[in-house]
């Protein structure tokens, strides 16, 4: 598992090369222990295997300064799902998209193309994860008290 170690640098610490993805990582100021850093993305990003639901899932990445990631734009969506590779699969993990928009206030509008499996998140118990299987790389909704692991970013300025 990735774990940055609060080290400014520019040489990558950790590379992943995930077929056609190669993934560079770098220590980064401003990164707690145990996020890595995505200089393109300009995010620290750390995948939590804990299960929660949506809420706790989100306390929990306030702890660390940290929320549940918003997926932005369409290079973002490819970073998070390379990112977050086997850890992601099948259950799905928690992001920060609920009731329509993401944590950020920005409203979840699909305009990137973003595969999905008929997301609902127009009612008051929809949050969004998202999901890989061998094949498709999908975002989607569940109701916000099931419990599953969740993905964290602490936007870098």
Known sequence: MLQSDNVTSDIPSQIIDRGRSTLYFYNQHGCNIGYDYDRQAQTCIKVVLDFMNWNAARERCKEDGADLISISSLEKWHFVVNYCGDRCKNSGHWIGLYNNSWVTGESFMN???????????????????????????????????????????????
């Open 111 to 157: 305009t990137f193309d973003i595969p999905n499996d008929r997301i609902k998140l127009d009612t008051n118990d929809a949050c969004g994860r998202v999901r890989i299987y061998t094949q498709f790389k999908i975002v989607g909704s569940r109701s916000c008290s099931i419990s599953k692991p969740f993905v964290c970013e602490i936007q870098v300025i």
